[in-house]
């Protein structure tokens, strides 16, 4: 057996491997590929104490939550928003400002957050436990481009620091499209984004809403929160396969872009509870 510093480095070259899999990680410095590998190892260990994720093997979470965030940032570097964001602030340095919500363990919001250090993230769970972790991850690794907010999308999008204040919502795996509509639109500014990273099954991706049931039963809630749906656009496979692209669609991950055209009533979100009863 090698000794214990030839094991450790033996396990960041294993670890960094798969890193470089992941897209976009090749632009990474050693610092921040550091920090992914604590952020695996941290979360890992947690969730032995604390349920946070289904994803309990180290490939898995490179794979399904590193590298599924890391794709985003292809999508979001594409979006009209960022000359625009920086004529708008006063401090031409500061980066764009993200909202995820329902960040759970911390996906896209903590990879994003350690990518992108100049952007500005707030993590967003209704769950203690959920924001206890985000908070853990936040000091150990620290990320003071990370705010932490415990509170429901339904009552923090009254709230007047939090509404309409974003230049991007990202919300995975946290609801149907109705409803995330209602929850996610309200903290996004005028002329900025809500973008859903979704699973899509069928051949061909949509090109309208009316092609995609949950994206059809969506619209109406879309445009009562002064949305505007924009299109759909396939991601990135999460790992680096060679040349390889896939020739016919069956199920992918794609981004559902809506942009901000108008504010959002005052009426909106509703009460808790009421947006996942009786989407609009
Ligand atoms: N986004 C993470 C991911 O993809 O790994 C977590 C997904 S997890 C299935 C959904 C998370 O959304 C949970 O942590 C839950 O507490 C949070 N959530 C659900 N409804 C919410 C609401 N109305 N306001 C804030 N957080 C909410």
Redesign the pocket.
Known sequence: AGSASEQTVETISKRDALLERCHQARQLSEHQKRLFHKLCDLLLERNQQVNL?AIRTVSDVYEKHFGDSLRLIDVIDQLPIHAEQHESTRDKDAGLRLLD?????G?PGLALAIARPSWQLVL????RK?CDWLREARSALQLSNVVVEWD???LAGHRPEMRECFDLVVA????RLPVLAE?ALPFVRVGGFFLAPKEYIGRELPSSGAEWSELASAMHAIKLNGGLYERTVPMAPSLVQGDQTPAVLSRSRVVVLVRKQNKTPKAYPRAPGRPQAKPL
């Open positions: 994720t919500l329902g960040s759970g363990c996906f967003l769970d209704s769950t959920k429901r999308a339904e995975r795996a946290v609801a929850l």
